[in-house]
């Protein structure tokens, strides 16, 4: 991605960008001039390693988006290194582990993980630094949700819950925190191929190609464009709105 200056001197988290999606949006935010604050639970090398290599600041720090502590920590950790924060985005998701289920037979503790994560992780997040954003006046949140909170799909109704959840919460967070300065803002995936979702039935990822307009795999950096702009003063007036980003499947 060509270097521009949509986000220079400021500073983004992204969640869960050790890999994947969250590594793509690390990347583009650093190539459009910002720090990037590497949040995941797990190492992160490669993405600071990326994020270094394409011009920006990185500071990588492990967290855990369902322990409020950990994530108070992360936001203390961007502030002492960076001075700011202007940007969140909400990337961290509990996925990987999840199969094709019955809805009958999901595991309760499982599904119990999965709101820890997916909706109470990016209330903390939004509540950890929102803080600094109300200080400044400004800052943007982009909550990453999936277009089966759209759609639906059979087999996964704890995920797509949890993903319906984030896209109300949007809409709730807007309105309170617009006064502030912050906008809120969500991105609908379709399904993207990382390493995470590319052992899914082969079956069920056909069906999502063949139901799409433009007719090939979606991949991480496919979602890039859309989260610089609602990082940025381009999407200045815009809050409490869903994007989905699927190559025309769901034309919502």
Same mark, same amino acid.
């Given at each position: 991605m060509p270097s521009h200056d949509l986000l220079a001197g400021r500073t983004v988290i992204v969640t869960g960008a050790a890999t994947g999606i969250g590594q793509a949006f690390a990347v583009g935010a650093a190539a459009q =001039?910002?720090? !990037? !604050?590497?949040?995941?639970?797990? *190492? *992160?090398d490669e993405t600071v390693a990326?994020?270094? +290599? %394409? =011009?920006?600041?990185? $500071?990588?720090?492990? !967290?855990? /988006?369902?322990?409020? +502590?950990? /994530?108070?920590a992360m936001a203390r950790a961007a502030v002492d290194r960076f001075g700011r924060i202007d940007g969140l985005v909400n990337n961290a998701a509990y996925f990987r582990e999840v199969k094709l289920t019955p809805f009958e037979e999901l595991?309760? +503790?499982?599904?119990?993980? #999965? @709101?820890?994560?997916? /909706?109470?992780g990016v209330w903390q997040c939004c509540? %950890?630094?929102?803080?600094a954003m109300r200080e400044q006046k400004s800052g943007a949140i982009v909550n990453i949700a999936s277009v089966v909170a759209v759609a639906g799909q059979p087999g996964y109704l704890h995920y797509v819950a949890t993903k319906g959840a984030v896209l109300?919460?949007? &809409? =709730?967070? %807007?309105?309170?925190c617009g006064p502030h300065g912050v906008r809120v803002n969500v991105i609908a995936p379709g399904f993207v191929i990382t390493d995470a979702t590319k052992n899914r039935? #082969?079956?069920?990822?056909?069906? @999502?190609?063949? *139901?799409? *307009? #433009?007719?090939?795999?979606? &991949?991480?950096?496919? $979602? !890039?464009?859309?989260?610089?702009y609602l990082l940025s003063d381009l999407a200045g007036f815009v809050s409490g709105q869903t994007i989905v980003v699927d190559g025309g499947h769901i034309m919502y």
């Open positions: =001039g910002a720090n !990037v !604050v590497v949040a995941d639970m797990n *190492a *992160a990326a994020v270094e +290599a %394409a =011009g920006g600041k990185a $500071l990588a720090v492990r !967290v855990d /988006v369902a322990d409020n +502590a950990s /994530v108070q595991d309760p +503790a499982q599904w119990d993980r #999965i @709101f820890a994560v997916n /909706v109470k509540k %950890a630094v929102m803080p109300s919460m949007t &809409k =709730g967070l %807007a309105k309170e039935p #082969i079956e069920w990822q056909q069906s @999502f190609l063949k *139901a799409r *307009a #433009i007719s090939r795999e979606q &991949k991480p950096d496919d $979602l !890039v464009g859309t989260a610089l």
